[in-house]
């Protein structure tokens, strides 16, 4: 639908000798799409290539998940009870919970 009224839009700018024009928007959001695309592929590549075996690099992956989930799930129950998660609990205290909990 909004696709039909730009169609109809642009061709009555262009009937007036004009064009519609080009916002940020418009030039930055398909680059961030084509960045991300990129990251996506060159981390798919750096996997197949990757020179370790199947199930070792698996494995890795899967362990270095486990922990950004367990630190994502800190900072949330972190700011459900009230604390506030600023830079002065940042890097010691959760290294030496990960720690503890190892």
Same mark, same amino acid.
């Not at 730009?6 to 064009?19: F, K, N, Q, V």
């Not at 630190?71 to 998660?85: I, S, T, W």
């Not at 609990?89 to 720690?99: I, K, P, Q, T, Y």
């Given at each position: 639908m909004w696709e039909r009224a730009r169609d109809y839009s642009d061709s009555a700018l262009s009937a007036l000798g004009l064009? #519609?024009?080009? @916002? =940020?928007?418009?030039v930055l959001l398909p680059a961030i799409g084509l960045f991300g $695309?990129? $990251?996506v592929v060159g981390a798919g590549l750096g996997l197949v290539l990757a020179p370790k075996r199947g199930v070792e /690099? #698996?494995?890795?992956? #899967?362990?270095? /998940?486990? *922990?950004v989930g *367990?630190? &994502?799930g *800190?900072? /949330?129950?972190?700011?459900?009870? @009230? /604390?506030?998660?600023?830079? !002065? $609990?940042? =890097? @010691? &205290?959760? !290294?030496?919970? $990960?720690? =503890?909990?190892?």
């Amino acid at each position: 639908m909004w696709e039909r009224a730009r169609d109809y839009s642009d061709s009555a700018l262009s009937a007036l000798g004009l064009e #519609r024009r080009r @916002g =940020a928007i418009d030039v930055l959001l398909p680059a961030i799409g084509l960045f991300g $695309l990129g $990251l996506v592929v060159g981390a798919g590549l750096g996997l197949v290539l990757a020179p370790k075996r199947g199930v070792e /690099l #698996r494995g890795d992956v #899967r362990r270095g /998940l486990n *922990q950004v989930g *367990q630190r &994502v799930g *800190q900072k /949330l129950r972190r700011r459900g009870n @009230g /604390l506030d998660d600023t830079r !002065d $609990l940042e =890097a @010691g &205290v959760e !290294d030496r919970e $990960l720690g =503890a909990n190892s």
